[in-house]
């Protein structure tokens, strides 16, 4: 009877991270219910939108691209960005210069992460989190982290009933029987994870329910605004890859290369 042993340990996988996702619905609803209806309504910033979509690394490469755009910033396809024009017109633009150091020139992706790491992305960040729009850095509490627990656990009940049923059969419990008895740990995984996609998809690392209301809008109060703001939006929304001149593509995609080496 050892394939017992195994579906115990595969209800307690599961009734763990369900009752951890139940939990992450409830307090993301709390917490939304407690932005204000104004807070809801409000404009998105780049920067603001930017961090929500893909935290403080797609607010450093909203402010390369956007300086690029600006021919403030040369970003080269070998991967290198040069100062054009060293006078940054904000905080973000400035942590970039300040990245970049004092010859002027530098690789793109210590800018990068030099620039995610900078005071003011925190600061940002914290003002996000605030208001109701973002959720804490690393909190591990948020309706993504808990489906993604229900995801490891249905994993594991996969693996527990695969294991169980390569034990000798037991007299009296066929094989069909135990599959069935592991079928229903299972069902309640995948009924929690079908649950919270209708109720909670997408699931955000970064933006709250409120935050990603104003960023599934975004693209639509931006369509009336002019091609610049339109196209630095979707790099906002989308990240680099939303990037179409050439020269650009090239710059980042040689980062990437030098990240993967």
Known sequence: ????????????????????????????????????????????????????????????????????????????????????????????????????????????????????????????????????????????????????????????VLALGGAALLLPVQTGTPHFLIALWFALPLTLALSCLALARMEAHPYSRWASPAGQRLLDALPRRASGDGDDRSFLTRVAVRGVRAVGEPELRAAFAHRDRSRQE
């Not at 403030?72 to 060293?86: E, F, I, K, S, Y």
């Open 1 to 156: 009877m050892f394939w017992v042993l195994f579906l115990l340990m595969a209800w307690a996988f599961v009734g763990t991270a369900a009752s951890r996702l139940c939990l992450a619905a409830v307090r993301s609803a709390a917490a939304d219910a407690d932005v204000t209806a104004a807070g809801r309504e409000r404009d998105l910033t780049l920067y603001e939108a930017a961090f929500l979509s893909g935290g403080p690394a797609r607010v450093a490469d909203l402010t390369l691209v956007s300086m690029a755009r600006q021919r403030r910033l040369l970003l080269a396809h070998t991967g290198w960005a040069t100062v054009v024009d060293p006078r940054g017109r904000d905080e973000m633009e400035r942590s970039v210069i300040g990245a970049i150091g004092p010859e002027g020139q530098c690789r793109i992706e210590p800018v990068r992460s030099a620039a995610a790491g900078a005071e003011a992305v925190r600061r940002l960040g914290d003002a996000l989190v605030r208001s109701g729009l973002a959720v804490p850095e690393g909190a591990g509490t948020t309706v993504a982290a808990a489906v993604r627990r229900v995801r490891a656990a249905a994993l594991a």
